[in-house]
């Protein structure tokens, strides 16, 4: 058994949570709610947005997504090391891992078919098929452990299956000549967050949290991403694709050994994150470029590096420092980030519902952008007052 292997996750020393990761995804979470809407915005400078599929460079936005991954593999050896502290064993560890990344996948996969729904063909219209999605997304991975019994729990997630098994066979898209069901069209980004977490949630495991042997995975991770595109070999493209979401998970999961076994010392994860971008910067000379919608090498090392940097401050700023008040604005990102997530998807269905709109001074220039940080604001408010009431959704 894992839990009684003495060299397992040495350089882990706490279980509780994680003040500078907390902080971190709170902020990658409120920036993902901004980019997400300022993409509609026009006349913006293009270094917001996210750089096109033919080009090379690196926009603001694109950074965003990486680092939300890397947050992701920072808690997989903190959340381990939990569930070991409690006594469970690997086979509980096993479904555990398995049964977050395919709630991921699940809900990544119905977002993706959002995008192809026509509610010509269908029941229903979009923004209810939508808002009633997301409800069933809460019945069934809602965390019910402070709001209601274990018999109202069941009953509630039985309710949640069966409204999502409804909504899927009800769901349309095509046209009325060739009408088509849901498709894997792609994973979507909590698809994809759930396959990356997956392999490497697995990995750490099997590989007992041993730093050296982690760096070998991160190694032959990194060495497959470069080989695809360079065109050297191919992998299946709907699951493990050219695993670059998989290096940044590894990524993070290293940054948090590395930190334990270093003494804490924030300097080190700067140095790392220079290293890694001018190593990013280098693979973007010889293989194809700088660019997210591609993942190539040179946008996952670079996001990497960017991100063991930023990680590096928050260590600074919240964890010696213990300025964690300045973000407790948007604290409640980080501790009921899903929560955040779906959130956006109801407030713009309920807007379309009401026939609303944002006038012309808000949809562009910096009126837009005023707009996409407000929302982004409300969002996290919203979730924040849904966490004080004991709803969060917790997979």
Partial sequence: MIKSTSSIYQAAKS???VASIDIFRALTMFLMIFVNDVDGVRQIPDWIKHVRVDESGLGFADVIFPAFLFIVGLSIPL???RKLKQGYGTLYLIRYISARAIALIIMGLFHVNFSYYNESLAILPKPIFIIATTLAFFLIWLD??????KKNQIILQVLGIGL???LAAIYRSGTFDQPAWMKLHWWGILGL????YWLVALAYLFLSGKLPWLMVFFAILTLINIAVHMQLISLPALIVGDTAHAILVAGGAICTLLYRLFKEN?????LIGLILIGFGLILSGFTDGINKIRATPAWVHICMGISFAFYGASVYLIDLKNKEHYFSWISAAGTNTL??????YCWYAVFQLMGLHWPTLFNVGAGGIFRSLLIAFIIVQIAGWMGKKGIRIKV
């Fill in 15 to 17: 279980i509780q949570r």
């Fill in 79 to 81: 959340a381990i090391q």
């Fill in 144 to 149: 019910y452990s402070k709001i209601t019994s």
């Fill in 164 to 166: 999502l098994i409804a």
């Fill in 193 to 196: 967050i759930g396959w990356a």
């Fill in 266 to 270: 924030p300097a080190l994860l700067l």
């Fill in 339 to 344: 929560t955040c997530y779906l959130l956006p």
